[in-house]
């Protein structure tokens, strides 16, 4: 009982958003641990639509607030754990415009400074598209308008301002579950 307050401080403080935090492409990790795994399972699982696939000992994580959008993104995130050899990793699921495409740009504008630039996916490992993934987030971090151009026609990445949100919290839920936040 003489715990409790310092446990209740303890999840104030690690339940609280971590916008400013930079989370760097060279260190990209996949190892969980007990207690991060605890932490997720206990805390952040109730956001997320999980898939059990227990013939290859993995479970899916979707964040919920994925269906729920009106505007349907390009790209979802989901977290893929999996939790017999305690590794967690992004995983990229793609729509129907971008499901036959193992490559293309991702166009960024940043509305405070009115930089631009792209961003290049190409399919493959966990360790691209975990540091593509980052990539993206460093930009929804800095507020910028993702997109991809299709046809000569732009397409918001996450479909609005509720999918960049809705990517956010993925990827800041996968980073604490693999220890980079």
Not at 66 to 88: C, Q, S
Not at 140 to 151: G, R
């Amino acid at each position: 009982m003489r715990y409790t307050p310092l446990l209740i401080l303890f999840l104030l403080f690690s339940s609280c958003e971590h916008k400013a935090k930079v989370v760097s492409k060279e260190n990209i990790r996949f190892d969980t641990n007990d207690a991060t795994v605890l932490f997720f399972k206990n805390v952040r699982r109730a956001y997320y639509d999980v898939e059990e696939k227990p013939d290859v000992n993995i479970s899916i994580y979707r964040f919920e607030e994925w269906e729920e959008l009106k505007e349907k993104p390009l790209l979802r995130t989901a977290i893929i754990h999996h939790w017999v050899a305690n590794r967690a990793f992004v995983f990229l699921e793609t729509d129907l415009l971008l499901e036959d495409k193992a490559t293309f740009e991702v166009h960024y504008t940043n509305c405070a400074t009115g930089e631009t630039g792209t961003i290049p996916y190409k399919k493959g490992n966990t360790i691209l598209q975990a540091g593509f993934a980052t990539d993206l987030y460093e930009k929804v971090q800095q507020s910028c308008q993702l997109y991809v151009e299709l046809e000569g026609k732009k397409h918001p990445l996450f479909g609005n301002q509720e999918g960049n949100e809705a990517f956010r919290i993925t990827m800041v839920d996968y980073y604490r579950l693999v220890q980079m936040l």
